[in-house]
């Protein structure tokens, strides 16, 4: 059976979700686990919003800056997980929900293991504001991606191959010659009834 080239750009695509997955992780990780040598550390902000509202009373750009760092550092999950899942046929709101929860395991976990890191602050806004960063990430881009592969999909399953039309259509001319002149190959071989003969 024929692959449509919708489902050959879903394996190709999941191939690559999972290497860009891991090396995504791979960078998260360095750049939030490793100990740095800082000459002093904050305390742990473990209320919520407080780092966000502390963020906005420093101005707009270092605020800007501050809060959109928190939400891009995890924000391509919203788009790696589910490219790694390879899923074409489903609910928009269910995958959301589950990359969503994903993401927030994966934040959780970062922030747990900041406790271990020296010179690492854990910040419960970080939690939030990477979750929220992976849902609007998910929702820019995963839902035409789909809708894009699964028109390739109907189109690659609807339309025969060239090959194939040719071969048809050959076989198809082959047949009317044959039965119209009688010289096929495969026709059937003309009788002639008998006549009886009077005693």
Do not use: C, Y
């Not at 305390?43 to 966000?52: M, V």
């Not at 924000?75 to 709101?93: D, F, I, T, Y």
């Not at 929220?132 to 690659?156: D, F």
């Not at 198809?172 to 096929?184: E, L, N, P, T």
Request: no cysteine.
């Amino acid at each position: 059976m024929r692959q449509g080239s919708g489902g050959q750009a879903v394996i190709r695509f999941r191939a690559a979700g999972v290497s860009l997955l891991l090396a995504h992780l791979l960078l998260v990780g360095w750049l939030t686990l490793r100990p740095l040598d800082v000459p002093w550390m904050t305390a742990a902000n473990l209320q919520p919003f407080a780092g966000i509202k502390a963020d906005l009373s420093l101005g707009p750009v270092v605020a800007a800056r501050r809060i959109g760092k928190e939400l891009l550092l995890l924000a391509p999950l919203g788009v790696l997980l589910p490219l790694a899942g390879g899923r074409l046929l489903v609910s928009p709101w269910a995958s959301l929900t589950r990359t969503v929860a994903a993401g927030a395991l994966i934040s959780l976990a970062i922030e747990l293991g900041q406790t271990a890191v020296p010179g690492q602050v854990v910040d419960v806004d970080s939690l939030f504001l990477n979750t929220v960063g992976i849902g609007l990430a998910h929702v820019l881009i995963v839902p035409a991606w789909r809708s894009r592969l699964r028109r390739r999909e109907r189109q690659g399953h609807s339309l025969p191959g060239p090959g194939r039309e040719r071969s048809r259509t050959s076989r198809g001319v082959a047949a009317s010659h044959g039965h119209g002149s009688g010289h096929g190959t495969q026709g059937s071989t003309p009788t002639i009834s008998r006549v009886g003969i009077a005693p």
